[in-house]
């Protein structure tokens, strides 16, 4: 059954609806254009203290900052100062390992100062103390080089077989090393000794240990090398010539060590002093010096540690050369090699036959 509806109480229904959003779209225009008033007024306002430099009177102030609490100020000092005592420490530590690294590596040391090394000394290879000395004042070292390098705290020389020696002669290793701003004697004698340390524990011992040598024994072959040697092909040749005659209980006959005990380095060896009364007489006394004749370079103590395996017994120089030499096996073939040279020193006035461009 269809249900029946009055046609005339629907329209008015509908009327009544229309009515009732026309209403609720009018209030709503009427909020929007209250809403669009308040803002322009507000923005007229900002704009006006804005332009007067004054802050809005209704602006929330920030409040003033709270001073710290006396307790919170200790604890953030003690903080601070624990830091720095920390950091104080570390660089202490770190000072300390990189001194204790230097002093074991040796090599060309560098002291780290606030101003950094002020002072480079180059020691040459060969040279004694005395001459060490010499180059030590003329860089201006405070104290007294032969003073420092007769013994120095913490250094032993019987480590490397040497017995009560009278001085560091031998172990004081040339090379470059830079210095603190003031340096002293001190300074440079304890740089050459670690130095040494590190390059005499580069070098293999074997074959000298199986001819009874210690390591003292190869700074004082390896010192004579240095001083009789120019060419450096020839330093493990004339290492054979120390090793064979030693073999052969035949005294060296090193001029080298003649200069030394008479301190003649550049003149021509009289006949008196090769009769010199010294233990460092290669000429009277048989088997090696007592000592070092200078301090040798890496390079020559590694000849006196490996000499050339050959049957040559004399050496003698090479007339006009720089410095290069005859070796001999036989008396009769070096006798013929010296009087060669002999014979070029008489025409040379007396003089080493030697080029004047050799260097």
């Known amino acids: 059954m269809t249900e029946w509806s009055d046609p005339s ?19 709503r225009r009427e909020r929007g254009e209250r809403r669009r008033e308040t803002r322009d007024a507000l923005g007229d306002r900002v704009k006006d203290w804005v332009k007067r430099g004054a802050p809005p009177p209704d602006t929330p102030r920030a409040p003033p900052p709270t001073p710290p609490r006396p307790r919170d100020d200790v604890y953030w000092r003690r903080r601070l100062f624990a830091f720095g005592a920390l950091v104080a420490a570390v660089a202490l530590v ?23 090394p002020a002072k480079t000394i180059t020691i040459p290879e060969g040279y004694d103390r005395s001459e060490v000395a010499e180059i030590a004042k003329q860089a201006g070292l405070r104290g007294d080089y032969l003073k420092a390098s007769q013994s120095f705290k913490g250094f032993d020389p019987a480590r490397y077989g040497a017995q009560s020696p009278q001085s560091l002669e031998g172990f004081l290793f040339p090379a470059t090393y830079e210095l603190p701003r003031r340096p002293t004697d001190d300074d440079l004698v ?11 524990s580069q070098v293999n011992m074997r074959y000298a240990r199986s ?28 290492a054979a010539v120390i090793y064979n005659r030693l ?24 006949p008196s002093e090769l009769q010199i009364d010294s233990p460092y007489n290669t000429y009277e006394n048989s088997g090696l010096p007592p000592g070092p004749i200078g301090n040798p370079g890496l390079a020559s103590i590694e000849a006196a540690a490996h000499p050339a395996r050959v049957s040559y017994l004399y050496y003698v120089v090479k007339p006009n050369t720089c410095g290069e030499h005859t070796f001999a096996t036989t008396e009769a ?10 014979q070029a020193r008489a025409a040379n006035g007396g003089n080493a036959p030697t080029p004047a461009n050799c260097p």
């Open 94 to 116: 770190v000072a300390a390992v990189a001194a204790i690294r230097e002093f074991r590596n040796g090599g060309e040391a560098k002291v780290a100062t606030q101003a950094g």
């Open 190 to 200: 304890a740089r050459q000794l670690a130095a040494f340390k590190q390059n005499v």
């Open 211 to 238: 001819k009874n040598l210690t390591t003292y024994d190869l700074l004082i072959i390896g010192s004579m090398i240095e001083r009789e040697v120019q060419v450096p092909k020839e330093r493990k040749l004339v």
């Open 9 to 27: 109480a629907e329209e008015d229904a509908a009327q009544e609806r229309e009515r009732r959003r026309v209403e609720r779209d009018a209030r």
């Open 333 to 342: 073939q070096f006798s013929r090699a010296k009087a060669a040279y002999d």
């Open 247 to 270: 073999h052969n209980d035949m005294p060296l006959q090193i001029d080298a060590t003649i200069r030394y005990a008479s301190g003649n380095f550049t003149k021509p060896i009289s």
